[in-house]
């Protein structure tokens, strides 16, 4: 998740996913300072936005995916956030919803030869099961192919994609198949499906689409990285024994037929409601494996991080981060040349920031906390992008609108913005 000369990461998460009551019904509402209502404006900008996806392409690009009514738009920036281009439609609903509030957005993936791959889900109004649709562009984001339904049937959410050098594109999902089927037979399912797929066209059509593994959390984001060794790495919040929803990460093989790796942590967090709160991995040059999230567990509560130097067989002792007093929540960690960085919200009561915290040891030690942003007004969740070994925060406010801040590189030199 550094340069453009590596792998390029693109996250796309959701609020609910699932079936009506029970464990799709929400965990607790958001703090005000939280939450991102309705936008400050009406027109097809980022600006007007509540939420948004960033990416760079190979020529430094900056990318943008977002959602403005019900219509999916993507702009680009030649200049890092500072103008944006007009923007491009790429589909609109007259039913229903698109995905695109709290872990729930459309995406952008910009790929080597120049064209773009598009990402959105929708789903009927007040039902939580949807449909991920793609679509393409060869012609420099000026339009967009159709959309295609990623699948018919089932209902899938929470799609995530990662790119290899060689431009094979990874995707997962969260998928409901086996739980319609369970719920039609009369037997009892937990959570969902987790899925996987890949292209070597870069996005006309997606192999190997297949359920790996069941009873994921339905209602949290996945997230992905590609490791040293070109394979693609899954994190998200898995349900295990006794309704359980902890974080589980592991390894796609090259056939794309199996998974391996093992669970993150043993938080001990047990609920039958939707936590809405996924997790965030990233992996270092050395093949590290690093994943931050939120827990409210028997064994620890708060904003964790935790790292694996063995592909995910172990994990290190969870270790907290964050001020409880302020309602931490929604991390993201992303390693850039030698550096990890990780940042969340926190919300005091009236102000709303996001502070960052810097790694130059692979996770073994991190600056203090300093704000790097702060918002008085409502504000999506915090995104990190890189180009070249430079790191962003990608944030979206109701008040200040699109932001793009440079992440410092060293400890000293982050600031309020």
Known sequence: MGSMAIPRVIIIS???????????????????????????CAEPKPDCATTANPAFDAKGKLWVAYVVGKTVYVASSPDAAKNFSAPVAIASVSDGVIDAHGDARPKIVPLDDGSLLASYTTRPDKQMIGT???ARSTDGGKSFSKPQAMLTDGGQRFETFV????GRIYAGWLDKTN???AKAEGKEFEGSGVAFAWSDDNGQSFAGKKILMDHACECCRMSAALDRDGLPVFLWRQVFDGNVRDHYAAKLSADGATLTGGR?????????????????????????????????????QG????????????????????????????PVVLAAKGRL??????????TTTIPLQLSRDGGKSWSA????????DASDHPELVAYKGAAYLSWVTHKEGYRLLPLPRDEKSAAVR
Do not use: M
């Open 14 to 40: 959701a609020a609910v996913f699932g079936l009506s009551g029970g464990a799709d019904a929400e965990l607790s509402a958001p703090a005000e300072g939280q939450r991102h209502g309705a936008a400050a």
């Open 132 to 134: 991920i649709f793609t």
């Open 163 to 166: 790119v290899t050098p060689k």
């Open 179 to 181: 739980a319609l089927k």
């Open 264 to 300: 993150v942590s043993d938080d001990n967090w047990a609920i039958n409601s939707c936590p809405h709160h996924g997790p965030s991995l990233a992996v270092d040059a050395h093949g590290g494996w690093h994943a931050v999230w939120f827990t409210k567990g028997k064994n620890r």
């Open 303 to 330: 904003l964790f991080y935790a790292h694996s130097e063995d592909s995910g067989k172990s994990f290190s002792s969870p270790e907290k981060f964050g001020d409880d007093a302020k309602a931490p929540g929604h």
């Open 341 to 350: 960085y990780r940042v969340w919200k926190e919300f005091d009561g009236t």
């Open 369 to 376: 906390p300093k704000i790097l942003a702060q918002t008085d």
